[in-house]
């Protein structure tokens, strides 16, 4: 009996192995949670941008605040549930600011965006960062 | 009210041990231990976990391979080493199963064993002798299609690192599992003639 004990044990120790090097490939379960985080940031930031765009075909300026703009979608961040920072860059472009949980300037990097201004292919530091947009119709 | 109970159901349950006799071998099998629809359920799920471990190490062993030692298809030739959300998503199914399975395969193989040893009886089980004879035609198809495949590749000349270490980590868990039941048989002959 005993040495079938001892298989299970070293049986246990190969699939522990497997475990802790797919964890380090797959991601650690705790920054999945951030890059969730990060994820749900930067599709509001382009949720708000289409607004941004719809507001300005409208009214041809960009909105002084985004409460200004009376739209449904959430402008809340996920984790704070604070607004976000809205700055605007004469003439034609604009910042969306938050506090981001990860740094994705290196798996960012690895898309294609195809040449698209899209939010969600935007580099962010870790911390408080601001994301650049121009509006696309000019 | 249990307290006072407690003391006087004592003695009953420290006297049974001291007055059973060891489980031992040839002799007649009392018709306490002989084998039940309890054995059977645990071998079956033993087989089960036993399928589920096994494909996870190989599945899981495969990703490693592609990570460590890519092949010459178009995808490793673009992607090189990085993996895209679909692969990792899969890599995390893989290690939920592996993280699910080992348990549940260690506690009811752990158990078969036991009670195997306990009661030679149970070698004679019908389930337990299906499902090792079932897994060996199942480990033997896959050792069968994995020579098969390696003949094929050597003929057509494209053998590569990467599709050598897939058949060898394929091979070695299949083979292992196909070793180590054929013993069992083995055994299970030598008992009974």
Same mark, same amino acid.
């Given at each position: 009996?005993?040495?079938?004990? @001892? ?15 797919? @964890?380090? %490939? ?10 969730? +985080?990060?994820?749900?940031? +930067?599709?509001?930031?382009?949720? %708000? ?46 910042? +969306? ?40 119709? +000019? | ?48 976990? &036993? ?45 939920? $199963?592996?993280?699910? $399975?080992?348990? /549940? ?43 098969? $495949? ?14 050598? /270490?897939?058949?060898?980590? &394929?091979? &070695? ?21």
């Amino acid at each position: 009996m005993f040495k079938y004990y @001892i298989s299970i044990v070293l049986l246990g120790i190969f699939v522990l192995a497997l475990i802790v090097e797919g @964890i380090i %490939i797959a991601g650690s379960p705790i920054s999945q949670k951030d890059i969730q +985080l990060d994820n749900n940031r +930067l599709q509001a930031f382009e949720n %708000i941008k289409y607004q941004i765009e719809n507001y300005y075909r409208t009214s041809h300026k960009l909105p002084a605040s985004l409460v200004e703009m009376s739209s449904s979608i959430n402008m809340q961040d996920p984790e704070t549930k604070t607004g976000f920072d809205y700055k605007i860059i004469p003439p034609y472009s604009y910042q +969306l600011c938050t506090i981001f949980s990860t740094d994705n300037s290196k798996t960012a990097a690895n898309y294609n965006n195809y040449g698209l201004d899209s939010a969600l292919y935007k580099t962010h530091k870790k911390g408080y960062d601001c994301v650049t947009f121009k509006l696309s119709m +000019l | 009210m249990d307290n006072s109970a407690l003391p006087n159901q004592n003695p009953i349950p420290t006297a049974v041990p001291q007055s059973l006799p060891p489980p031992l071998t040839n002799q007649p099998v009392a018709k306490s231990s002989s084998p039940t629809m309890w054995d059977a359920f645990e071998h079956i799920l033993m087989f089960i976990s &036993l399928y589920v471990l096994a494909t996870a190490i190989v599945l899981i062993l495969n990703f490693f391979i592609d990570k460590w030692f890519p092949g010459v298809n178009v995808q490793s030739y673009s992607y090189g080493n990085s993996f895209n959300d679909f692969q990792v998503t899969l890599l995390r199914g893989y290690l939920a $199963s592996l993280i699910v $399975s080992y348990p /549940l395969f260690s506690f009811f193989f752990l158990s078969t064993t036991k009670r195997t040893m306990q009661n030679p009886a149970l070698r004679n089980l019908k389930a337990r002798k299906s499902l090792i004879y079932f897994t060996l035609v199942i480990t033997f198809i896959i050792m069968l299609i994995n020579v098969i $495949s390696l003949v094929f590749k050597l003929l057509s000349g494209d053998v590569t690192t990467n599709f050598v /270490l897939h058949l060898i980590a &394929l091979s &070695l868990v299949s083979g292992f599992i196909f070793v180590y039941y054929l013993f069992q048989v083995r055994e299970d002959r030598k008992i009974n003639v």
